[in-house]
């Protein structure tokens, strides 16, 4: 597509999301129960377009988990529309009153929340991610840009094409929404900082932090998944080994299941043969530190190991000699997305919760709830492993900003400064009517 082309799409979207941001809340839910009417009708040609591209895919040597994101079928597009239909549910995200405070008499002052605007997303090749995030631009009141994986191109196309059909029939605004074909497209979205609000790449640290040299627009990352899970010495058995079997092996191809397990050197010699065991049961290939061998038949580790998001049956294990080294080796090697600690002692929860510097910290559960479904947000556009504007499981909330609104009565700086009235700086209770 040529860089005018780009352009064009780049103005036409920071109109639409102008009038898109002024429709009713109701509007916006209609429209989402619209999108998810319009993919269930136009469903046999998007799996068709799905069978293609996985056709292409399995040509191309995917690996089976690549394969499994890629995959749109009727279950998929059945949790996809049901998802559209729970999103229609949840609370308007817009014009959210934050604060309230009366300056001076007859002079008030309202923080209020509304859309970033157009926000650009480069996303991976998992096509219901593009029902996902159009859902929640659409729901937060922003226009969105879209340029996923080229091996879901047919299969996105096809999505898009229900989208929009879905979306025009609902009055929504031309324009609200534009899928991108190629790196050239993407190349040319980076350059339009004067209609494009902000970026959201999902993918490697490398490619996130080269989207963010390229680009002026503010950039916010969704990095890879190297999580783990830290086995502490006051772990539950029995417990730690189920928990540890489902964050890697009961979902491999997403980002937060665990790729590092972290053994607390005194429960190493229970723990170890017992995991080893159920998740050889799964299918899963372990790679151990020296220490691991002692007590495991396993794969050496390497240091190239501690930083590889797998998405694949394999995983690391280090043991380790605290809970300290544990931290420190999360806080080192980790992406800042989700880890959990299991363990029956509060004081090493807190402190794993305290010093671990990631996104989402858990204790004795799945790093697999680490998903803003599961958190109730309806979907999420990613997960944010930054610390500026959103973090963790980025949803509607994440989506929108705010504005101050200033309602006065004739007031001028001029008559303050005279002493004609004087600053009150009073919180006002009711906000009804902003």
């Excluded at 839910?29 to 799905?50: D, F, T, V």
């Excluded at 640290?205 to 086995?231: A, D, Q, R, W």
């Excluded at 995991?275 to 396993?298: H, S």
């Excluded at 944010?384 to 929108?400: N, Q, S, V, Y």
């Amino acid at each position: 597509m040529a860089q005018d082309s780009i352009r064009q799409m780049a103005l036409n979207a920071r109109k639409a999301g102008l009038l898109l941001n002024a429709l009713s809340n109701d509007r916006r839910n209609q429209a989402l129960l619209a999108m998810g009417e319009s993919i269930e009708r136009n469903l046999p040609q998007i799996i068709a377009a799905n069978k293609r591209d996985l056709q292409n895919a399995e040509r191309a040597n995917l690996n089976a988990p690549m394969l499994s994101r890629l995959r749109f079928d009727e279950n998929k597009a059945a949790r996809v529309i049901a998802g559209l239909a729970a999103l229609a549910t949840l609370p308007d995200p817009l014009g959210h009153v934050q604060y309230a405070n009366e300056l001076a008499d007859g002079l008030r002052l309202y923080r209020v929340s509304c859309p970033i605007g157009v926000i650009g997303v480069i996303f991976e090749s998992r096509p219901d991610a593009l029902v996902q995030i159009s859902s929640l631009c659409l729901k937060s009141g922003n226009a969105v840009l879209l340029k996923g994986g080229r091996e879901a191109i047919e299969t996105n196309q096809a999505l898009f094409q229900a989208i929009a059909e879905g979306t025009a029939k609902a009055g929504l605004p031309d324009g609200w929404c534009h899928l991108l074909q190629s790196r050239e497209d993407v190349a040319s979205m980076l350059q339009q900082d004067d209609a494009i609000d902000l970026i959201i790449p999902r993918g490697s640290n490398s490619f996130v932090h080269h989207i963010m040299k390229t680009s002026s627009i503010p950039v916010l990352g969704h990095s890879e998944g190297i999580c783990h899970v830290y086995v502490d010495q006051a772990a539950d058995v029995a417990q730690a080994v189920n928990i540890t079997v489902d964050s890697k092996a009961q979902n491999l191809s997403v980002c937060n299941a665990a790729e590092t397990l972290l053994v607390h050197r005194e429960i190493a010699p229970i723990f170890l043969p017992a995991v080893a065991q159920a998740l050889r049961d799964k299918g899963i290939v372990l790679r151990g530190c020296p220490e691991t061998r002692k007590f495991i038949n396993c794969e050496a580790a390497t240091e190239d190991d501690w930083h590889t998001e797998y998405l694949d049956a394999i995983l690391s294990i280090k043991v380790v000699a605290d809970i300290d080294e544990g931290i420190s080796h999360i806080n080192t090697y980790g992406s800042r997305h989700t880890d959990a600690i299991l363990s029956q002692d509060a004081a090493s929860i807190e402190r794993f919760m305290t010093f671990v510097d990631s996104a989402d910290v858990f204790a004795n559960c799945s790093t697999r709830f680490a998903d803003g479904f599961m958190y109730g947000f309806g979907a999420e556009v990613g997960i944010a492993t930054g610390k500026i504007h959103a973090r963790g499981p980025m949803g509607l909330e994440g989506l929108c900003t705010y504005k101050y609104k200033l309602y006065g009565q004739g007031h001028t700086m001029e008559a303050l400064n005279a002493g004609a009235f004087m600053l009150t700086h009073r919180s006002i209770p009711d906000v009804d009517g902003v």
